[in-house]
Nanobody, 114 residues
Framework: QVQLVESGGGLVQAGGSLRLSCAAS????????AAWYRQAPGKQRELVAR???????NYADSVKGRFTISRDNAKNTVYLQMDSLKPEDTAVYYC????????WGQGTQVTVSS
């Protein structure tokens, strides 16, 4: 059974930083692309950052230069380092991986105050 568990969310002031973690069981991150999505109230879920199995990364334009996605194969964990946070980054952040993006975590709330 595949399980993705996110952690690291919280309340932070604008300009601050947070690091989200997504620990996987039942699946190996190194075999699939992994991604972070977010969903703000009243908005559609959107892709924030993605890391391919080979390590190539790509980012939404709104977070380029501020967020960094990475993967630790030994810990089977994917991270999202978020710096220079803005109030518009406030959302529930979800981890995703698997064939055809099949698996999702439960989400972790990130709130950025102005």
């Amino acid at each position: 059974q595949v399980q993705l568990v996110e952690s690291g969310g919280g309340l932070v002031q604008a300009g601050g930083s947070l690091r989200l973690s997504c620990a996987a069981s039942g699946i190996l991150f190194r075999q699939y692309a992994a991604a972070w999505y977010r969903q703000a109230p009243g908005k559609q879920r959107e892709l924030v950052a993605r890391i391919a199995s080979g390590g190539t990364t790509n980012y939404a334009d709104s977070v380029k230069g501020r967020f960094t996605i990475s993967r630790d194969n030994a810990k089977n964990t994917v991270y999202l380092q978020m710096d220079s946070l803005k109030p518009e980054d406030t959302a529930v952040y979800y981890c995703n991986t698997g064939l055809s993006n099949a698996y999702w975590g439960q989400g972790t709330q990130v709130t950025v105050s102005s």
